[in-house]
């Protein structure tokens, strides 16, 4: 009778302990940093990995796939609730200090916490809205008209080089053999004589990165009179340019 007294006090106490801990009150700063899915159940699809951004009470989602980089902004932190307006959008459960699960109609998320981040909530949203907006220009095919090799600086050595690196090559295809580039949402195509070369990737302002292999590539893109630039720098001290035209 003692013991079952005993065990009756023990589990009363303990599911005490657990109510307190699901109803804790966490102060908007405790989540202040970026939070990086490792799983994501969503209707949305087109994207495999969110960035959950949190900052004094403000909350904003990223990613670097899908059709939007940008997923919302200017939500708010109220409680264990993201907001957008008078809509409760997601409810948050606290596993620690560096886990959580977000859930919402059609969407669930388990996140961690990024310690690695560079760049504060307000930066990332820029960022990501400046890549939807030179990406919508992106989308589509181009044309090659124009390509060049130039040395970074004037040393008659240098000149003379940049001869000698007309044929260099970006994923084994020469660059200026490259007839065209047609970009989709997440995926471009690189067209030469000989083939087709699609590959996946993501963006940033005036940066595309992708990847064939175990390599990482990278180019710098940009517009100029309705013309887009590729600036490819493969060999240190010079840069190839390749400039296209949107096909008709």
């Not at 804790?24 to 960035?51: A, I, M, Q």
């Not at 670097?64 to 940008?70: A, E, F, Q």
């Not at 940033?204 to 175990?214: A, E, H």
């Amino acid at each position: 009778m003692l013991l079952q007294k005993i065990l009756t006090g023990s589990f009363l106490i303990c599911t005490g302990f657990l109510l307190v801990s699901c109803h804790k009150d966490y102060n908007p700063e405790f989540f202040n940093g970026e939070w990086l899915s490792d799983s994501l159940v969503t209707k949305d699809n087109d994207h495999w990995r969110e960035f959950l951004h949190f900052e004094n009470g403000q909350a904003a989602r990223t990613t670097y796939w899908g059709k939007k980089y940008l997923l919302n902004k200017n939500l708010q932190l109220k409680g264990l609730e993201i907001y957008d307006r008078d809509n409760a959008l997601f409810q948050i459960k606290v596993l620690d200090s560096n886990k959580i699960i977000v859930e919402g109609k059609d969407y669930y998320g388990s996140f961690f916490r990024n310690d690695f981040q560079s760049d504060d909530m307000k930066k990332e949203v820029s960022m990501a809205e400046e890549t939807e907006k030179q990406r919508k220009t992106l989308l589509g095919k181009w044309k090659a008209i124009d390509f060049k090799t130039i040395p970074l600086s004037d040393s008659p050595e240098n000149k003379i080089m940049a001869g000698y690196l007309q044929d260099e090559e970006i994923v084994n295809i020469r660059l200026k053999e490259i007839s065209s580039l047609n970009f989709n949402y997440n995926t471009f195509s690189i067209y030469n004589a000989a083939k087709t070369s699609l590959f996946e990737y993501s963006a940033k302002p005036n940066k595309i990165t992708f990847n064939s292999g175990d390599a990482i590539y990278s180019f710098k893109y940009y517009f100029q009179k309705e013309r887009l630039i590729i600036e490819y720098q493969k060999t240190m001290g010079f840069l190839h340019i390749l400039t296209f035209e949107k096909a008709q």
